[in-house]
């Protein structure tokens, strides 16, 4: 089994939650909140302690509002946060709640606790479901249609305000919410604080439920003043703090007329995301030379591929597969299918993969163990195999729903081929045949296609062949997408999808041959006579690292490179690059930007 330090999984946190009210941490020999009352020591402290209501009040509209707190235990201060919002703040504004948690609770005594001590049960049901699993990283999750984005670190306090860029995160308020000094002195540290300078303006503000000599001490030695009052309850003090730095606030949030080239999943995700901010947006798509459509839409499938060890690359494949089960998910789309996938145990690697992610992950949020019976009755088909299932998976129509997500009222289509791209006069011109447009931003998501507009290092192609297979006895009853070396969807319109091929360049057309490898791979899962009804041929953009290529060049933004696994890649890195866009707190900590950076291949 992996070392602690090393999983790509943290352990939660261990609570006594024998009085229901005053849930106690076994960890740090502490209490996480007043036994006077959580959701009102919440508005006391931070609420109040921060001025929200009237700040919010006065907030303009189309201005974003950031906050960030250093230990998010149970959630009541977001909750808290998320409320007066609602009800304060103008329309088309947005908050952006960033969270450290280095010891996340647990699903079950999140629920059991805030359902009796948060008086709006509404909120919490919303919060309780889209509550992120404890593993290690920065977890996106939405509400109230997008204006209220909440990102949860988890991981330790210091990598965590480490991995914000100082250039581009300032805050608004901070909340200093750990523990005693006395029993976490680390999250009181002079470092911590002066961190929290970095990522201030002259504006941002501070809260803490405690006066100690130590951290009052710290937050004077830092760019905070200091200013000591009543405390909550019984205790006698608590501290405020105000920025002593004279760099303003941005501006307000403008809103952009934006660029995207590629329709596919990264273009039309990114679309989206910038389209519930306000941003106009204009997408181009051509159908590319280098693929094969064939007359009924394949089936693609989400799943992640991991490793039980905290590598970026399995930090990224789990991080995007959550986002992005997620993100179809809200899109509530006819063409998205949560069914669950089952990835059967089908070699010695997936085996040993799979044991190891068991023991660093046993308690069955993320996947199942399910032996050959389980995962026949789970599936409606007859496997013979053991493996896992993991239940936010499913299946997607690609083309229904790129098609919806351009569904918005600030996006255009335009189905014109793009010849040349610039910049010239701080603004970005797109030739098409015959027309120019002009834009505020460029975003360019066309798989490998982008070098024909611009030079991206790192690069390269692969040939990808589907099958589409007539319904089959065998397969009548599939209800879930199955893995092994290949994969076989659910039936959709009568025809099941068995993938796939991954070679270097062959002719662009349907090969027998390589229809032939992808029944082998099916009967591998479900043995059968199949009949071949069609197939579909194309290129995949891919990189040596099997990592995209995301973020910024040449003052373009880019998200290519996500070869077989754009179903889970895109949407995730097109929120990236969005948050990029609008200059605000990303979704992905310093490892990840860095992995994925379009200057990694330049040598």
């Not at 949560?338 to 992610?357: A, C, M, P």
């Not at 070098?451 to 040939?463: A, D, F, M, Q, Y």
């Not at 690059?577 to 979704?587: G, H, K, Q, S, T």
Request: contains cysteine; charged residues 25%.
């Amino acid at each position: 089994m992996a070392k602690k330090n090393s999983s790509l999984f943290i352990e939660n946190a261990d609570i006594d939650l024998s009085d229901p009210f005053a849930p106690y941490s076994k960890l740090y020999n502490d209490l996480y909140f007043s036994k006077q009352g959580a959701e009102e020591e919440s508005d006391f402290v931070f609420l109040k302690g921060n001025n929200l209501e009237e700040r919010f009040s006065n907030l303009a509209i189309r201005e974003s509002f950031s906050i960030a707190e250093l230990g998010f235990g149970f959630g009541i201060n977001f909750l808290n946060t998320w409320r007066l919002w609602v009800k304060r703040a103008p329309k088309n504004s947005l908050l952006n709640y960033f969270a450290i948690e280095n010891n996340p609770v647990s699903s079950k005594d999140l629920e059991s606790f805030i359902m009796k001590n948060f008086s709006s049960r509404q909120l919490a049901k919303k919060f309780l479901s889209k509550y992120p699993l404890n593993s290690r990283g920065w977890h996106r999750i939405f509400f109230s249609t997008g204006s209220v984005n909440l990102t949860i670190a988890y991981n330790d306090v210091v990598d965590s305000l480490n991995s914000l860029s100082k250039q581009q995160t300032k805050f608004d308020a901070f909340f200093l919410d750990g523990f005693s000094p006395k029993k976490n002195s680390l999250m009181w540290s002079k470092k911590i604080f002066k961190n929290l300078g970095e990522l201030s303006h002259n504006k941002t503000s501070l809260s803490t439920f405690s006066s100690a000599e130590l951290v009052k001490l710290n937050i004077g030695e830092s760019s905070f003043s200091v200013n000591q009052s009543k405390g909550f309850g019984n205790k006698k003090y608590m501290l405020k703090g105000l920025s002593k730095i004279s760099f303003p606030k941005k501006e307000k949030f403008k809103r952009k007329r934006i660029g995207i080239i590629g329709g596919g999943l990264s273009g039309s995700s990114l679309a989206r995301l910038l389209s519930q901010r306000g941003h106009e947006i204009i997408v181009f798509d051509k159908t590319s030379k280098d693929e094969v459509q064939c007359a009924i839409e394949p089936a693609f499938i989400l799943y992640p591929r991991l490793t039980a060890f905290n590598n970026a690359y399995s930090k990224f494949s789990l991080h995007s597969f959550i986002y992005s089960a997620k993100f179809y998910e809200d899109l509530q789309s006819e063409h998205w299918h949560k069914t669950g996938v089952f990835i059967i145990n089908h070699d010695e690697q997936t085996l040993k993969r799979q044991t190891s992610l068991i023991e660093a992950s046993p308690d069955g949020t993320l996947f199942k163990k399910l032996n050959s019976t389980q995962a026949s009755e789970i599936t409606g088909v007859n496997v013979n195999q053991e493996g896992l299932f993991f239940p936010q998976a499913g299946w997607l129509n690609s083309k229904g729903l790129c098609e919806s997500m351009l569904k918005h009222r600030n996006i255009s289509f335009k189905k014109e081929k793009v010849i040349e791209i610039s910049e010239k006069n701080e603004a970005f011109h797109v030739n098409t045949r015959g027309r120019n447009y002009k834009f505020d931003e460029l975003c360019l998501c066309t798989s490998h296609n982008i070098t024909e507009l611009i030079n991206v290092p790192g690069i390269s192609s692969k040939r990808g062949q589907i099958t589409l297979i007539d319904k089959h006895p065998n397969l009548e009853n599939l209800k879930v997408p199955i893995c092994a070396k290949g994969y076989v969807s659910p039936s959709y319109n009568n025809i099941h999808t068995v993938g796939s091929t991954y070679t270097e360049d062959r002719p662009l057309k349907v090969l027998a041959k390589d229809h032939e490898e992808n029944l082998t791979k099916l009967n591998s899962i479900v043995d059968g006579k199949y009949l071949v009804k069609d197939g579909w041929v194309g290129k995949r953009a891919t990189t040596k690292d099997y990592l995209p290529i995301t973020g910024k060049i040449k003052n373009f933004y880019i998200n290519v490179g996500h070869g077989s696994k754009g179903t889970a890649n895109a949407p995730f890195c097109s929120q990236y690059i969005a948050d990029l866009i609008d200059n605000m707190p990303v979704n992905m900590d310093s490892e990840l930007t860095g992995c994925l950076s379009p200057e990694r291949f330049i040598s």
